[in-house]
C-alpha cells in the first residue's frame, strides 16, 4: 500500500468515529447542556496530553495556538453539540457537509490557492451523496440547528486551512499541537459555560460513559489523527473525507437505533467514496498559489489544496 493510501484510510477512520457523536448525544449524553458537553470533550483530553508533553507554544505560536484552538475545538465542538441537540443529527450532517466549499473559499481568498471545476463536482458530489444518507421527508429544519450546523462547517473549514497553512513548529510534535488546540479548546468556553448554562449535577453512569468515549475517542485520539492528516494531505482531501462522518453516523443508526436502510442511502454512500477519490485526483491538478515569496519558510513542507 502506498504512503498516500496509508495516510488517507487512517484519516477516514477519524470521521468514522466522529459519526457516533450524534448517537452518543441523543442516547448517553445530559440533556440541554451542549457547551458544557464540548468542554467536557475537550479540556481533559488536552490536560492529559499537557501533562504528557510538557511543552507549551513559543513566541507567535501563543497566537496561532488560541486562533486553531478556537475555531478546531471550542467553537466547532459547540457548534457541533448544539446542531445534535436542536435537531435530528441527518439535518446537521447534511448542512455540516458544506465544509468541502468553505475550504475552497477560504484558500481562495486567503492565501490565493487555486482550483477547478472538479474540485465543484467533488464537492456537489459529496453534498448529493449526504443528502442520499440523511433526507427523510418528515425532516424538520430549526432555525437555531440550521445555524449551528453551518457555523460549525466555516469554523472547520477554517481551522483545516489555517492549519495547512502554519504546519508547525519545528521540534515540536503532533502531541504538542494536539494538545494545545484541545486545552485552548476547552479552556475558552468554560466561561461561556458557566455564564450561560446549568452545570450538570445529577449525572447517571451512561452520562459518563458517553462523556469518557467523546474525550478519549472522539477527542484525543482522533484529533492526534486529524492533525497528522492535515500536514500530510492537500486541505481539500481532509475536508471532503470528513463527509464519512454522516456515512458512519447513518450504519450506526442501523446497529444501534434500529433505523433501516434503502437504495437512496446505498446510493449516497457510493457518491460520498466518489466524492473522496475525485477529489484527491482534483488536489493533484491545484496549482501554487502566485505568491510563493510571501508564505512562511515552512511551506516546502505543505501540499497544494
Same mark, same amino acid.
Given at each position: 500500500? *502506498?504512503?498516500?493510501?496509508?495516510?488517507?484510510?487512517?484519516?477516514?477512520?477519524?470521521?468514522?468515529?466522529?459519526?457516533?457523536?450524534?448517537?452518543?448525544?441523543?442516547? /448517553?449524553?445530559?440533556?440541554?447542556?451542549?457547551? /458544557?458537553?464540548?468542554?467536557?470533550? %475537550?479540556?481533559? %483530553?488536552?490536560?492529559?496530553? +499537557?501533562?504528557?508533553?510538557?511543552?507549551?507554544?513559543?513566541?507567535?505560536?501563543?497566537?496561532?495556538?488560541?486562533?486553531?484552538?478556537?475555531?478546531?475545538?471550542?467553537?466547532?465542538?459547540?457548534?457541533?453539540?448544539?446542531?445534535?441537540?436542536?435537531?435530528?443529527?441527518?439535518?446537521?450532517?447534511?448542512?455540516?457537509?458544506? @465544509?468541502?466549499?468553505?475550504?475552497?473559499?477560504? *484558500?481562495?481568498?486567503?492565501?490565493?490557492?487555486?482550483?477547478?471545476?472538479?474540485?465543484?463536482?467533488?464537492?456537489? +458530489?459529496?453534498?448529493?451523496?449526504?443528502?442520499?444518507?440523511?433526507?427523510? *421527508?418528515?425532516?424538520?429544519?430549526?432555525?437555531?440547528?440550521?445555524?449551528?450546523?453551518?457555523?460549525?462547517?466555516?469554523?472547520?473549514?477554517?481551522?483545516?486551512?489555517?492549519?495547512?497553512? /502554519?504546519?508547525?513548529?519545528?521540534?515540536?510534535?503532533?502531541?504538542?499541537?494536539?494538545?494545545?488546540?484541545?486545552?485552548?479548546?476547552?479552556?475558552?468556553?468554560?466561561?461561556?459555560?458557566? /455564564?450561560?448554562?446549568?452545570?450538570?449535577?445529577?449525572?447517571?453512569?451512561?452520562? &459518563?460513559?458517553?462523556?469518557?468515549?467523546?474525550?478519549?475517542?472522539?477527542?484525543?485520539? =482522533? &484529533?492526534?489523527?486529524?492533525?497528522?492528516?492535515?500536514?500530510?494531505?492537500?486541505?481539500?482531501?481532509?475536508?471532503?473525507?470528513?463527509?464519512?462522518?454522516?456515512?458512519?453516523? =447513518?450504519?450506526?443508526?442501523?446497529?444501534?437505533?434500529?433505523? #433501516? +436502510?434503502?437504495?437512496? @442511502?446505498?446510493?449516497?454512500?457510493?457518491?460520498?467514496?466518489?466524492?473522496?477519490?475525485?477529489?484527491?485526483?482534483?488536489?493533484? @491538478?491545484? =496549482? @501554487?498559489?502566485?505568491?510563493? #515569496? #510571501?508564505?512562511?519558510?515552512? =511551506?516546502?513542507?505543505?501540499?497544494?489544496?
Amino acid at each position: 500500500m *502506498s504512503s498516500m493510501l496509508r495516510d488517507l484510510a487512517l484519516a477516514s477512520l477519524v470521521p468514522m468515529i466522529w459519526g457516533s457523536t450524534y448517537v452518543v448525544t441523543s442516547e /448517553w449524553l445530559p440533556e440541554g447542556v451542549p457547551l /458544557w458537553s464540548a468542554v467536557f470533550r %475537550a479540556l481533559p %483530553a488536552g490536560l492529559l496530553l +499537557l501533562l504528557f508533553c510538557r511543552r507549551l507554544p513559543t513566541g507567535i505560536w501563543w497566537g496561532r495556538a488560541l486562533v486553531l484552538g478556537v475555531l478546531n475545538i471550542g467553537a466547532f465542538f459547540y457548534f457541533l453539540f448544539l446542531a445534535a441537540y436542536s435537531m435530528p443529527g441527518g439535518i446537521a450532517a447534511l448542512l455540516l457537509s458544506s @465544509q468541502p466549499l468553505w475550504v475552497l473559499l477560504f *484558500s481562495a481568498v486567503l492565501f490565493r490557492q487555486s482550483f477547478t471545476p472538479m474540485h465543484f463536482v467533488a464537492c456537489a +458530489l459529496g453534498c448529493l451523496g449526504v443528502a442520499g444518507l440523511v433526507l427523510k *421527508s418528515d425532516a424538520v429544519l430549526n432555525t437555531q440547528g440550521v445555524i449551528a450546523s453551518v457555523m460549525g462547517a466555516v469554523s472547520m473549514a477554517l481551522g483545516v486551512v489555517l492549519a495547512k497553512q /502554519w504546519g508547525k513548529p519545528e521540534g515540536v510534535s503532533l502531541l504538542d499541537i494536539t494538545g494545545w488546540q484541545l486545552t485552548i479548546g476547552g479552556v475558552v468556553l468554560v466561561p461561556l459555560a458557566i /455564564w450561560w448554562e446549568p452545570f450538570p449535577i445529577n449525572m447517571t453512569a451512561e452520562n &459518563y460513559l458517553g462523556l469518557g468515549y467523546l474525550c478519549l475517542i472522539g477527542a484525543l485520539l =482522533t &484529533y492526534i489523527i486529524w492533525f497528522r492528516s492535515i500536514q500530510r494531505l492537500p486541505a481539500f482531501v481532509v475536508s471532503v473525507i470528513s463527509l464519512f462522518s454522516p456515512l458512519s453516523a =447513518t450504519f450506526l443508526g442501523y446497529l444501534v437505533l434500529g433505523e #433501516h +436502510l434503502n437504495a437512496e @442511502q446505498g446510493a449516497g454512500a457510493a457518491l460520498i467514496i466518489a466524492a473522496m477519490l475525485l477529489a484527491q485526483r482534483a488536489a493533484g @491538478q491545484t =496549482t @501554487q498559489p502566485v505568491t510563493q #515569496h #510571501h508564505l512562511p519558510s515552512n =511551506t516546502r513542507d505543505r501540499q497544494p489544496l
